[in-house]
Each structure stands twice: as C-alpha cells, then as structure tokens.
C-alpha cells in the first residue's frame, strides 16, 4: 500500500503489525485476511440491526486491545494469533445469521471472496477493487437484485467462489 510505504520511508518505521507478518502458516494468515474483505463487503450490505458493524467493530478495537497486550509482553505472538482467529470466527457467526435472515448469505460470501481473491491473490489495486464492489452492490440494489432470491444459481456461484479463494491460497501458498 502506497500509505504504508511512504511511513516507512519517511516515519523511519521498520515493520509492520499486520497480518503479514505473524509467524502463523501463510494459508492461516491468508485465510484471516480474507475475514477482514468478507466483513468491509458485510458492512456495505449493511442491514437496520446493526449487527454486523457492532461485531466488526468489536473484531477491531478488542484487536487493538491484543496488540496492546502483545507489544506490552502479557501476552505472546501464538495467544494473541488464536485469540484473533476466535474474534474473527464469533464475529463471522454474527455476520452469517444477519445474512441468512436477509437471503443474502450466498451472494454476499461470492463477493466477499472474489474481492479476497482479486486484491490478495492478483494484486488488484484496493481502490479501483472497492470502487467496482460499491458500484456493482449500488446497481444490484436499485434494481431490487439483491438477494439470493434473484439469483437461482447464488449458492453455485457461492460455492465456486470458496473453490477460487481455497485454490487460490493453495496456489500461493501451498
């Protein structure tokens, strides 16, 4: 990311604290950070109940809260990976009943695995990929397609989605 790669530069900044850079196995890191796409195109879908951007929320300050711990010693590298796969899993149990209720749940994990695939796997640039997320989302919305309804073939396209995400991790990561 271009942002990161100026603080590096001029902030003098040595590493990072991302994903990236746990001692966890590649696919397990790949596989968390796909987490983080499914919850930003979970929270466009955003529904009345708020659910979905309390538990992403949740994901994300109790996270800062690890680091914390972590960078303090309390806690240590391998503790504060599994304690973040546990957020990320309840924070996906909260997603997947708020997309079930609204008949979104296939749709919504076809897009949120092709957006993990086209930034993580072929390097699309992160702006043009949300701006095109957004746009589609918007479209299918004002012409009331957005539902698993409207597509017959949702949990077809759902499934291939998981088959590209799960490949693809393997491919790049063996």
């Given at each position: 990311?271009?942002?990161?790669?100026?603080?590096r530069?001029?902030?003098?900044?040595?590493?990072?604290?991302?994903?990236?850079?746990?001692?966890?196995?590649?696919?397990?890191?790949?596989?968390?950070?796909?987490?983080?796409?499914?919850?930003?195109?979970?929270?466009?879908?955003?529904?009345?109940?708020?659910?979905v951007?309390?538990?992403?929320?949740?994901?994300?300050?109790?996270?800062?809260?690890?680091?914390?711990?972590?960078?303090?010693?309390?806690?240590?590298?391998?503790?504060?990976?599994?304690?973040?796969?546990?957020?990320?899993?309840?924070?996906?149990?909260?997603i997947?009943?708020?997309?079930?209720?609204?008949?979104?749940?296939?749709?919504?994990?076809?897009?949120?695995?092709?957006?993990?695939?086209?930034?993580?796997?072929?390097?699309?640039?992160?702006?043009?990929?949300?701006s095109?997320?957004?746009?589609?989302?918007?479209?299918?919305?004002?012409?009331?397609?957005?539902?698993?309804?409207?597509?017959?073939?949702?949990?077809?396209?759902?499934?291939?989605?998981?088959?590209?995400?799960?490949?693809?991790?393997?491919?790049?990561?063996?």
């Open positions: 990311d271009r942002n990161s790669e100026w603080y530069t001029h902030a003098g900044a040595t590493f990072s604290r991302t994903i990236r850079d746990l001692t966890a196995p590649k696919w397990a890191q790949y596989l968390m950070s796909s987490a983080q796409f499914h919850a930003t195109v979970h929270c466009l879908l955003t529904s009345d109940r708020l659910s951007q309390i538990a992403a929320l949740m994901v994300v300050q109790v996270s800062a809260f690890g680091m914390t711990l972590r960078r303090k010693g309390f806690i240590s590298q391998k503790t504060g990976v599994a304690l973040y796969a546990l957020k990320l899993f309840i924070g996906m149990i909260v997947f009943d708020d997309l079930r209720r609204r008949s979104l749940f296939n749709l919504a994990f076809c897009f949120g695995n092709t957006t993990a695939v086209l930034r993580m796997y072929w390097g699309m640039d992160k702006y043009i990929l949300w095109g997320v957004v746009a589609v989302l918007v479209y299918l919305m004002k012409n009331a397609m957005l539902n698993d309804d409207a597509f017959p073939s949702s949990l077809a396209m759902n499934i291939s989605s998981w088959m590209l995400l799960l490949g693809s991790c393997y491919l790049k990561h063996g």
